[in-house]
């Protein structure tokens, strides 16, 4: 029996509802609460504080300069890493695939371990986190490119898994040869994720490369399905399978590695919300996608609201995001069990 899903539409609008419902509740919702008319009054003046009458210059400072540039990179790093996870999961016909199985979280870690670990500034410590992700990747590619004598998608993996694995012991060597009382919180800090350090700065410049990103996904989402076949198959259909790959990866890689070299390492969000966005719309990449990018910047959002305001001290992002996502995620795959 097939399985039931929502109409394209009828899910796009669900999941902007949910996106749009968790942004509300990330700018109202903290230790300065807001009521909605406030929000909106706030909003509605973008360049200056508006009438004292309206709303009070501490809203608008709350609002512009403290919570949208936060809920902003949430949904952005969000979009990015379930899109990349969407696109891992379909071209290497895996459920279980997530964007830091190449190594990109890996080595994005390294590369701002190695940047706080030599006292650089926090412009340092992004290049260097971004430049590492991607040279993680590289370096698992050559490996899968060097060994030809088995399956390609399964030597990548494996590769992905050999090299994140070195990557970790690179990063806890620099972590035991750090200061204790400085370096190392710094470190564990960053390694655990979070949207606190965020700037307007970081913003601008992690946009484009997401949107680098994400367009090749937009423009060629029909030959992702193809990937989702054996390669024969994708051959005979007319696509280089081999050159496609190396793109997709390409591109879901530049966007992984730009979202964690200003957030930090947040896990879950691609293995989890495909499979949501799955369950809503079915396994056709060109109705996934759209989903899949409102629904983890929903998530992501809605998982830093719960790290600033559960408890009196502002909670890891990267440990919220473990904690609602490995339920969800155990929910998930029991529920996909029963309908199939």
Not at 34 to 61: I, K, M, N, Y
Not at 131 to 136: E, P, R
């Amino acid at each position: 029996m097939p399985k039931r899903t929502l109409s394209t539409p009828t899910a796009i609008a669900a999941a902007l509802l949910f996106c749009l419902v968790a942004v509300a509740l990330a700018l109202t919702s903290g230790k300065y609460p807001l009521t909605l008319l406030q929000l909106w009054q706030a909003l509605a003046r973008p360049f200056s504080p508006a009438d004292g009458a309206l709303v009070s210059e501490a809203v608008h400072t709350v609002v512009w300069e403290v919570r949208l540039p936060r809920v902003l990179a949430g949904a952005l790093v969000g979009a990015a890493l379930a899109a990349a996870g969407a696109t891992y999961q379909g071209m290497f016909r895996n459920p279980l695939v997530s964007p830091d199985i190449l190594g990109v979280s890996a080595g994005a870690g390294l590369g701002a371990t190695l940047g706080i670990f030599l006292g650089g500034s926090v412009l340092l410590v992004q290049v260097l986190a971004f430049s590492g992700g991607m040279l993680a990747v590289a370096a698992v590619w050559l490996v899968a490119a060097a060994v030809r004598q088995h399956e390609p998608v399964l030597v990548l993996v494996l590769a992905g898994i050999a090299v994140g694995t070195l990557l970790g012991a690179g990063i806890s060597l620099l972590k035991v040869l750090a200061d204790p009382y400085t370096q190392l919180a710094s470190i564990t800090f960053w390694l655990l994720g979070g949207l606190s350090a965020v700037t307007r700065g970081d913003l601008l410049t992690t946009a484009p490369l997401l949107l680098a990103g994400l367009l090749p996904m937009v423009l060629l989402r029909w030959r992702v399905n193809l990937l989702s076949l054996s390669d024969d198959e994708a051959l005979a259909l007319g696509v280089d399978v081999r050159r496609m790959r190396l793109f997709m990866i390409a591109a879901a890689t530049l966007m992984t590695a730009a979202a964690v070299s200003i957030t930090g390492i947040i896990g879950w969000v691609g293995l989890v919300v495909p499979h949501a966005a799955r369950l809503l719309v079915g396994p056709d990449f060109g109705r996934l996608l759209p989903v899949a990018l409102l629904l983890g910047a929903g998530f992501v959002v809605l998982a830093d609201t719960l790290a600033r305001n559960t408890t009196g001290m502002e909670l890891p992002l990267g440990v919220v995001t473990a904690l609602v996502g490995a339920p969800c995620f155990l929910w998930l795959l029991a529920r996909s069990g029963r309908r199939a």
